[in-house]
Every structure is written in C-alpha cells, then in structure tokens.
C-alpha cells in the first residue's frame, strides 16, 4: 500500500481485505474519498485458487506454520473426498486460525499465539459458495473456491483434513476475484498510475441508484436531504449520481434521501 501511496501522492489507501503473507493475487484498494465507501462492498464474495496438503496438520494452518501432527492419507477413496468436500459446500460455522487478526479477549490471536498461549478464536458462520477439487494429485488437492467476506481459506483446508480423519495444511493460495473485480485485470503495484483506477460507482454497483438534477445535486454535495424516490422509510441505502458521476451513498429516512457519505468534493 505505501507503493500506491507514493505512486498517487495520496496518503487514503484502503482495502477490501488482505491477503496472508504468504499468498498471492489479487488485492483491492480504494483510494482517496473512494474510501469512504469500501464498508458497501465489504460483503464482496471472493474467489481462490490453491493447495491443500493431507496428512500434515500446522499450528498457523498454512505452510509457514510448525507441524503439530501427521496422519496417514492413503486410505482415502474417490467417494470419501467427494462425500467431505460436498459436505462444506454451503454455510458453516468455521473457526479462524490460532495466527489470525480476529480478536481474543481484546488482543490479536496471533499475538497469544506467538506468546504459546492457547488459542481457540469464537467459531463463525461463514458460506463456501463454490468449492471444486481441480486436480486431485494426493496428498496435494488442487482446489477453486468461492467464499463468503470473513471465511479463512486456511481453516477451510484445517476442517476438510480434520473431516477426512487424515488432517491438513494449505500449501498454496491465490486470489482471483473480488466481488465483480478480476485477478486479470490488475495493475501491479508498481505500476499504479492515476489512469488505472477504476470508477469508485463500482462500488455501489448493486445499490439501487437515485438521478439527482443540479439544484439536487449542490443539495448532496452540501449533505442536504432530498425527496426520496423509493419507498417510504425503506431505510435501504441508495447510491445518487448525477449522470455517469457518483455524487454520494444516501439513508432513505421517511420521504426524504439523506447523504451519509458524500464522495465528491464540494465544488
């Protein structure tokens, strides 16, 4: 991010979650005032290529981690891999990594970890949209998958080893989707220029949209209410754009459109 940062001159970088050290691909930055509307996409699924390693548990749930136990994998079948791996598909109640950023008790897991304490992080429910075995070289198993914001992918291999009684560590991770955003139309950071970035509406895409007239448009700008043209007191939030140019995020409060969070500067 501070790549970016100096690349923009612009000290407003965001995400829309990171990545863990050791994986790859790609990673989504809001920038700017566009901040301001990274909490209307926090719910982007997202989508992943990688490794599953059977028969060889981590305490970090990944490569980098130290081998706490080994089991046999060999007595697996075709039909038993399939049965487990459909068995995830769908919402879960999953348990984040001991070396995770969720919070125990008021202080990062990992942080307990790394002091060996024992860390259990609050199971919570996730979704696997989508989960394919790509290539089932075992003890490797080459995977895609499609998630729901929050679920860890280093969990997800923990729980399919701990189902098929062999355990498991992820080995390899890359991320390829973002919501509507693609691995293969990313800039590497390096190469960030101003040019690059993306309409910030992208954002609010899904959001029902409201087209505001200039006197409506100086009122926005200026946080002021509107009429509204939904519901009444649908409470749903409502993206207000003038033209092809997105203006702000509004709260429908009775009849009126109120701008929570106004993008554009006022002029």
């Known amino acids: 991010m501070d790549i970016v940062r100096r690349a923009l001159a612009e000290q407003r970088v965001g995400h829309l979650g990171t990545l863990d050290p050791f994986a790859k691909g790609l990673l989504v930055l809001v920038v700017g005032r566009a901040t301001r509307l990274a909490p209307f996409a926090a719910d982007w699924p997202k989508t992943y290529d ?3 390693r059977l028969g060889v548990t981590t305490d ?23 049965d487990v791996i459909a068995s995830f598909r769908g919402g879960y109640e999953q348990r984040p990594p001991a070396y ?5 008790a008021g202080e990062r897991a990992y942080r307990r970890a790394r002091r060996g304490e024992v860390v ?3 199971p919570r429910a996730v979704e696997i949209r989508e989960l394919e075995i790509v290539n089932a070289a075992v003890p490797d198993l080459q995977f895609r998958a499609t998630v729901s914001a929050g679920t860890y992918l280093r969990s997800l291999a923990r729980d399919i080893g701990a189902k098929l009684g062999c355990g498991a560590h992820l080995v390899a991770l890359q991320r390829t989707a973002v919501g509507p955003l693609r691995l293969a139309d990313a800039v590497a950071p390096e190469a960030v220029t101003p040019q690059a970035l993306q309409d910030a509406a992208i ?10 007239d ?3 448009r100086d009122a926005v700008l200026h ?4 009429a509204s043209a939904q519901m009444a007191d649908s409470r749903q939030p409502t993206a207000i ?3 092809d140019e997105l203006l702000a995020v509004g709260e429908q409060v009775g009849e009126l459109l109120k701008p929570r969070v106004v993008v554009v500067a006022e002029a």
């Open 214 to 216: 200039k006197k409506e």
């Open 60 to 82: 970090t749930d990944d490569v980098t981690g130290a081998v706490v136990a080994t089991a046999p994998w060999t007595g697996i079948t075709p039909a038993q891999l399939a």
């Open 100 to 104: 995770s950023a969720v919070k125990v």
């Open 50 to 52: 990688g490794v599953i």
């Open 223 to 226: 946080g002021r209410p509107i």
């Open 203 to 212: 954002l609010v895409a899904h959001l029902p949209r409201r087209e505001v």
């Open 241 to 243: 754009f003038a033209g």
């Open 120 to 122: 259990a992080p609050a």
